[in-house]
């Protein structure tokens, strides 16, 4: 069964970083593209950073680009999104997913998402 566990998330006051894992089984990374996303209060889901199935390729938000890294560790089935210099407006539900041979960041196209982990940043 797929299944993926994030893990993380917390209270920190902006400019600090926090770490976020996600735990996949029931697949392997390899053909998958694998993302982070939020969702904060009363707006949509938005993808964070992914990495393409095709090439392997990391795209992020132009929000969080140059303070979030994605990476992951096929050995232990297991994503990270790197999360510094934090702003109040990060404060979301953060989410990890996965879907085969997809090349986008978009959520619509994801399939198997975790159950989420709170984000939030105070100033």
């Known amino acids: 069964e797929v299944q993926l566990v994030e893990s993380g998330g917390g209270l920190v006051q902006a400019g600090e970083s926090l770490r976020l894992s996600c735990a996949a089984s029931?697949?392997?990374?390899?053909?998958?593209?694998i993302g982070w996303f939020r969702q904060a209060p009363g707006k949509e889901r938005e993808g964070v950073s992914c990495?393409?199935?095709?090439?392997?390729?990391?795209t992020y938000a132009d929000s969080v680009k140059g303070r979030f890294t994605i990476s992951s560790d096929n050995a232990k089935n297991t994503m990270y999104l790197q999360m510094n210099s934090l702003k109040p407006e990060d404060t979301a539900v953060y989410y990890c997913?996965?879907?085969?041979?997809?090349?986008?960041?978009?959520?619509?196209?994801?399939?198997?998402w975790g159950q989420g982990t709170q984000v939030t940043v105070s100033s």
């Open positions: 990495i393409s199935s095709s090439d392997g390729s990391t």
């Open positions: 029931g697949f392997t990374f390899v053909d998958y593209a």
């Open positions: 997913a996965a879907r085969l041979f997809v090349n986008s960041c978009e959520p619509d196209e994801y399939h198997y």
